[in-house]
């Protein structure tokens, strides 16, 4: 796991992929930090890292983007799939190369709260607790981006479907008060994700009939429902759309709440992401 995580921090810093995430970091960060807190006088961080979300939208598929799809692309994926190493060291090592690289400028940021000692009262906890959300939220977008990676061979793919899955968890909390809330639209959206959930399956293992099978047992278990207990379904899709609200939890952490529900849902998404990467790899190892 170590040659691997040598290799590809090395890698990233020679194809310039790293230098860029860091250098955006580091500019958006620092425009917010002045404009907040030492333009306008705010006295926490709180502000100046929710509006730095914002860098996730280049940052997590810069860093995410080659992870394997490159491997695929050039044909060295052979070489990982053949290597006398488990995936999981494999994965974990190119995983913590771009956990790395994006962890060097949140440690840049962790000297801004010093700078503002001289300024006001001390809010040094709540400013570590803002970063320290910052940080575990990239991390969860990090692990999710790898695994999209690994289910494509084009790098060009893999950077907007982890734009579109950070557009999407970012954008929930103001979708939550768009969707009705009545049994009908909640069997609608549960039949849409029963789709996803086949193609995921298609994705994972490859096998066309599995997938079908998985569709078909869960649109018809969601029309029996709706047939016969549509008051189960009511208030459902929020329910679900929950599991994917990144920001409402960020917020939450952001906010100076060190709840370990809300490091747990990223730690959570992290993991998740690094297992389903494994599954891929296996599946393509043996395909």
């Not at 955006?24 to 929710?50: C, D, I, P, Q």
Request: proline share 3%; net charge positive.
């Amino acid at each position: 796991m170590t040659a691997i995580y040598k290799k590809e921090l090395r890698s990233m810093f020679t194809n310039m992929s790293g230098a860029i995430a860091i250098a955006v970091m580091l500019l958006v960060t620092g425009l917010m930090f002045r404009f907040y807190n030492l333009h306008n006088g705010v006295l926490t961080l709180h502000y100046t890292v929710s509006n730095s979300a914002l860098v996730f939208y280049i940052v997590i598929p810069v860093l995410s983007m080659r992870s394997f799809a490159e491997e695929r692309r050039q044909k060295t994926d052979q070489l990982l799939l053949t290597a006398p190493v488990g995936l999981l060291r494999i994965v974990l090592g190119k995983y913590l190369a771009i956990v790395t690289v994006f962890a060097i400028p949140v440690l840049v940021m962790c000297t801004y709260p010093l700078i503002m000692l001289s300024f006001g009262p001390e809010t040094l906890l709540w400013d570590y607790t803002c970063l320290l959300a910052f940080f575990f939220m990239g991390c969860a977008y990090l692990s999710v981006g790898m695994f999209i990676s690994s289910c494509t061979e084009s790098p060009v793919i893999a950077a907007i479907l982890t734009i579109l899955f950070v557009f999407a968890t970012q954008m929930l909390s103001s979708i939550f008060t768009m969707i009705s809330g009545t049994a009908l639209t909640a069997m609608l959206f549960l039949t849409a994700l029963s789709v996803l959930i086949s193609l995921l399956v298609y994705m994972m293992t490859g096998h066309y009939a599995l997938s079908m099978i998985v569709l078909a047992g869960l649109g018809a278990a969601c029309i029996a429902g709706y047939v016969l207990r549509p008051d189960l379904f009511s208030g459902r899709t929020e329910s679900v759309l929950r599991i994917l609200d990144f920001s409402t939890h960020f917020s939450d952490f952001a906010g100076g709440v060190f709840a370990i529900p809300n490091l747990m849902f990223f730690l959570s998404y992290a993991a998740v992401g690094v297992l389903l990467t494994i599954q891929s790899l296996d599946k393509r190892r043996w395909s």
